[in-house]
């Protein structure tokens, strides 16, 4: 592993555990500890509570909620067609599964658990093969991205494309 990808990683790590929760909430078996202030959560455990099956590509449950940032845990159960986002920046954490990540028209690059992955609002990216699944990943969106913001490019998804639980 790269310096580089060791220093993202510590800094992804830090976000979550010091991303202040505002007006967002986390039930106590979606997170260790949680404050007006912070929240720590364990991944695999609020992974643990989606099902093993799903009707749509993506299941997730949002943690935090704030006019900046957002936080969710995410279940990819499919491949996911070439896509942006026009209003987020996005920040994903593989916690568990392999897959293959595209950006473009570059050519995919397998990625596994502790993979980080920044991508830039308006850059066409996609998951075009699972090697492992589903996917468990750790989401932190500037500014929290609405499930409108999937923009597909050329042949995409039907609105069965992702299932959410908002925070309580």
């Known amino acids: ?3 580089k990808d060791k220093k993202w990683q510590t800094l992804f790590a ?4 010091a991303l202040p929760l ?6 106590p078996a979606a997170a260790e500890g949680a404050s007006e202030d912070y929240i720590v959560f364990n991944a695999p455990e609020v992974a643990r509570d989606f099902p093993s099956t799903a009707d749509t ?10 006019p900046t940032s957002g936080l969710r845990v995410e279940r990819v159960y499919q491949t996911i067609p070439a896509h942006k986002h026009e209003r987020s920046d996005v920040y994903n ?10 950006v473009g028209d570059q050519p995919a690059q397998e990625i596994g658990p502790g993979t980080t992955i ?16 589903p996917l468990v990943f ?8 609405d499930p409108s913001d999937v923009v597909f490019v050329g042949e995409g998804a039907d609105k069965s494309f992702i299932s959410t639980e908002q925070p309580k």
């Open 57 to 66: 590509v993506v299941v997730d449950k949002r943690l935090v909620e704030q």
């Open 118 to 133: 920044f991508v830039k609002k308006g850059t066409v990216h996609s998951f075009p093969e699972l090697i492992e699944g």
């Open 22 to 27: 505002g007006l967002s909430g986390v039930s």
């Open 93 to 102: 954490y593989l916690v568990s599964g392999r897959a293959k990540f595209a």
């Open 1 to 3: 592993m790269h310096t």
């Open 138 to 145: 750790v989401t932190i969106e500037t500014p929290p991205r």
């Open 14 to 17: 830090a976000a979550i555990i």
